[in-house]
Each structure stands twice: as C-alpha cells, then as structure tokens.
C-alpha cells in the first residue's frame, strides 16, 4: 500500500547527473518526501528528504515539485557505486512503507 | 549519524528450530523499533511495529505466535522466529526511531537467515 509510484528501472552513464523520478499525488500536508537506497543485501541506506522546499546534501538533491505531488532524486554525477534500487517513501512519522523502488544501473 | 546494529548478519538453522534476531540502537534511544522482511528480489514489508514496554502490532498476514517481538529495553529490540521452516528464510531488517527527532528512522544492516 505505497503511496508512490516509480519506474521500475533506469539507467545512468557513470559520471552524469541521474534523476530519479516520483510520484505521490496524495500526499498530505505534513508527510515528508524521504528517499533511501538500498545496495544489494545490506540494509536501507538514508540519503535525504524534505517537505516542501527543495534540499540538497552531499550525496544529492530533492527537487519537490510546488503541487508536492511529485518529486525528483538527483544524484550529480553517478558513479558505479550508486548501483542500487532507490526507494521513495511519503512519511508521516507513523511507519514507513516501502514500493516497488527504481533499480538505477550505472555503466562505465 | 545514528547508528542501529543487528546480530547476527547471518544465520543458518534447521527446520523445527527457533531463532533470535537482535536489533540495538547504539547512540540514541528508540522509542520505536520496526521489523521488515525482504525476500529475493522484492521489497521490503513491514511485519511489526513496536514500542518499548508494549506489545508490538502485527501487520495483517504476520503471525504472533511465529515471530515474537519483544522490545524490553530503550536501545534493545529482538525478533524470534520460532518453529522456523524454509519458507522463512529471508533478509531481516529492523530499524528504530528515536525520542528526539521523530521524523529519522534508522535503518540497521540486515539479517540474512536460512532454514534448511
């Protein structure tokens, strides 16, 4: 019972920007956009989130669109080691409830 | 950052048999510790949610009786999958969420478990 939706998989040349994209057109007002990533076999890996406003840190950047109905993971310059499935999570501070995730490959 | 922990990484049991999962908050405090199971190649689905002193809520499908969680301790959740069979081998994830800022869940590595 996710609340977003995202393309199952995508792909990226090592060392360009990869934009990861989301929907979650019924999000609430007080649910946080979060995204994690997940390599193969380990545990979720935090990467950012945000409400309203676009954020960056140093692994990435959120773009939120102003609607907050959708929303963008940018990664600026991918390398091989961003290999993993991306997670998108509408947040509410009740649980989180992970979807289906994009598998981003990133080739030499 | 906060950092959740998990032991063991892996585990290889026999069929009939119960294991222990544990899963610790080691700088912070968490109110709030969460149970997943992931199977190959899909996602990860939440099983149970608990908080410190009380029972913990199941998802609908997630026996009790089969995967007893106790949450008896601030930093110190443990998951025991008891009776396990084949059908239970999974990755296992738990993650916590602090007192303080209780918008940050933290995930910990996983666990691996395989019943032969």
């Known amino acids: 019972d996710a609340k977003t939706t995202q393309p199952t998989s995508m792909d990226c040349a090592e060392g360009r920007a990869a934009n990861l994209p989301c929907n979650h057109s019924?999000?609430?007002?007080?649910?946080?956009v979060y995204w994690y990533r997940q390599i193969h076999s380990q545990g979720p890996q935090y990467i950012i989130h945000?409400?309203?406003n676009n954020e960056t840190n140093e692994m990435a950047s959120l773009i939120i669109t102003e609607d907050r109905k959708s929303s963008t993971l940018i990664l600026p310059h991918a390398t091989l080691r961003d290999t993993a499935v991306y997670y998108c999570?509408?947040?509410?501070?009740?649980?989180?409830?992970f979807g289906a995730g994009t598998r981003l490959t990133v080739k030499p | 950052g906060a950092v959740v922990s998990q032991h063991p990484s892996w585990v290889i049991c026999k069929s009939g048999t119960s294991v222990k999962i544990e899963c610790r908050s080691l700088d912070f405090q968490a109110t709030t510790m969460f149970w997943y199971r992931q199977f190959p190649k899909q996602s990860l689905m939440l099983m149970a949610t608990?908080?410190?002193?009380?029972?913990?809520?199941?998802e609908q499908g997630v026996e009790k009786d089969k995967f007893l969680i106790n949450h008896a301790s601030l930093t110190l959740s443990t998951l025991t999958v008891t009776s396990a069979h084949p059908e239970d081998s999974s990755f296992y994830i738990c993650s916590a969420r602090g007192t303080v800022f209780t918008y940050e869940q933290y995930f910990g590595p996983g666990t691996r478990l395989t019943v032969t």
């Open positions: 999570i509408v947040y509410n501070n009740n649980d989180m409830r």
């Open positions: 945000g409400l309203k």
């Open positions: 019924t999000i609430s007002g007080n649910e946080y």
């Open positions: 608990s908080n410190e002193g009380s029972k913990a809520t199941y």
